[in-house]
Structures are given as C-alpha cells and as structure tokens.
C-alpha cells in the first residue's frame, strides 16, 4: 500500500486524496444527520399527534360538564 501511495503523483497526494477524504466525509455525516433528524421529526409528529388528541379531549370533558348543568 505504501508502495502506491508513493507511486501517485504528488499533485493527486496533495489535492486530489484530501478533496475525495472530504467529500466522503460530508457524505456520511449528511447521511448521519439526515437519519438522526428523520427520527426526531418523526418523534415530533408523534408528540404533536397527541397532544392535540388531549386538548380534543379535555375539550370535550369542558363541553360536557357544562351541557350537563
């Protein structure tokens, strides 16, 4: 492997390698962060659902409890 890595030009060592290293990178930590926020907002969907199904509820029990005055 060294012995390659020698073999390259020092044009692709220097500027080509880093740049490919870093595309690569920022690849994966989008595709991280991507399924990380995926599952939050997802999460979030989920909470939002039922908090509203509550109030829906509490504005029920408030509605019935005053019809039955």
């Not at 880093?18 to 995926?38: D, E, M, R, S, T």
């Not at 039922?50 to 029990?61: H, K, Q, R, S, T």
């Amino acid at each position: 492997m060294n012995d390659i890595w020698k073999a390259l030009p020092g044009w692709v060592r220097n500027i080509v390698v880093p740049v490919a290293v870093a595309i690569v990178a920022l690849w994966l930590v989008f595709a991280v962060l991507g399924v990380v926020l995926g599952i939050v907002g997802w999460i979030f969907s989920w909470v939002i659902r039922l908090l509203a199904l509550v109030a829906l509820g509490a504005v029920v029990v408030i509605l019935v409890k005053k019809a039955s005055r």
